[in-house]
């Protein structure tokens, strides 16, 4: 019997686990997918609005249809139209905080799209002091309230 154990050790054959599913490469699949959606969306969505802008759509405010009180972000669309057509000092008279927002905003999100979108680059995430985020809240507040006084009616759009 003991012959018969060593010819059956003989001819057993070794299985080879079944070949491992790279996981690596599936997850660099699955992060490229997010940033192709923001890589193309963006892009696309700004041109459709760009478009609609220069066709003649109006944004409606809710607030304003609502209270009749603008609102810190009514006149941006108009803003945005005439900085299209290249008249800045009307832009600027539609929506004065837009206006100076606007470089700041467009070089922090082109830097994160880009950062997001092309993580080769080497871009590094875009640090803001600890008193930006109140101080926006304060200057948007106090914009929100100096629009709607009488006395400061220059800022209405």
């Known amino acids: 019997m003991k012959s018969d154990d060593k010819e059956s050790a003989k001819r057993t054959i070794t299985i080879a686990p079944p070949a491992r599913h790279d996981a690596t490469l599936h997850s660099q699949h699955a992060a490229l997918l997010p940033r192709l959606a923001v890589g193309l969306g963006v892009p ?3 041109l459709a609005l760009c478009l609609a802008l ?4 109006r944004s409606l ?3 304003y249809e609502l209270t009749g009180l603008y609102c810190p972000g009514c006149g941006s669309g108009r803003a945005a139209l005439a900085l299209l057509h290249g008249r800045v000092g009307k ?3 539609y929506n004065p905080l837009f206006m100076l927002l606007a470089p700041f905003l467009a070089y922090v999100l082109g830097r994160e799209y880009l950062r997001f979108v092309f993580p080769g680059l080497g871009l590094r995430e875009t640090r803001l002091p600890a008193w930006a985020g109140p101080a926006a809240l304060v200057l948007i507040l106090a ?5 709607n006084l009488p006395a400061f009616a220059f800022l209405a759009p």
């Open 44 to 46: 696309a969505a700004g």
């Open 54 to 57: 220069l066709r003649g759509w």
């Open 61 to 63: 405010c809710l607030f």
């Open 91 to 93: 832009a600027f008279g």
């Open 143 to 147: 914009f929100w309230l100096l629009r």
